[in-house]
Nanobody
Framework: QVQLQESGPGLVKPSQTLSLTCTVS??????????WNWIRQPPGKGLEWIGY???????YYSPSLKSRTTISRDTSKNQFTLQLSSVTPEDTAVYYCARASRIKDGVVIWYEYDLWGQGTQVTVSS
């Protein structure tokens, strides 16, 4: 059974870089054809997708966060990592890692999320 677990500091100072790791157990992050995502939920708001790293190692980021986001992986540890630079208090949120599959029907493509980590609270404050 595949499980995801987020880890990282719960408090980050403004202007610093937020760094979180998602450890995947029970399955490989290089398995076809999964996409490994970071998603966050600010207090009182909805879910916001940050980006993913694919089974192939390719990455794709939300346009609104792209300039500050890097997602990478360590296949030897079966982990993938989020780095978000120049954080502000608006980056305070619960951060989730999640697995998704890409579904294609004709010209329409969407992603189905089937596994989530429990989430980790990150607060940006001095």
């Amino acid at each position: 059974q595949v499980q995801l677990q987020e880890s990282g500091p719960g408090l980050v100072k403004p202007s610093q870089t937020l760094s979180l790791t998602c450890t995947v157990s029970g399955g490989s992050i290089t398995s076809n054809y999964y996409y490994w995502n970071w998603i966050r939920q600010p207090p009182g708001k909805g879910l916001e997708w940050i980006g993913y790293i694919a089974y192939s190692g390719s990455t794709y980021y939300s346009p609104s966060l792209k300039s500050r986001t890097t997602i990478s992986r360590d296949t030897s540890k079966n982990q993938f990592t989020l780095q978000l630079s120049s954080v502000t208090p608006e980056d305070t949120a619960v951060y989730y890692c999640a697995r998704a599959s890409r579904i294609k029907d004709g010209v329409v493509i969407w992603y189905e999320y089937d596994l989530w980590g429990q989430g980790t609270q990150v607060t940006v404050s001095s």
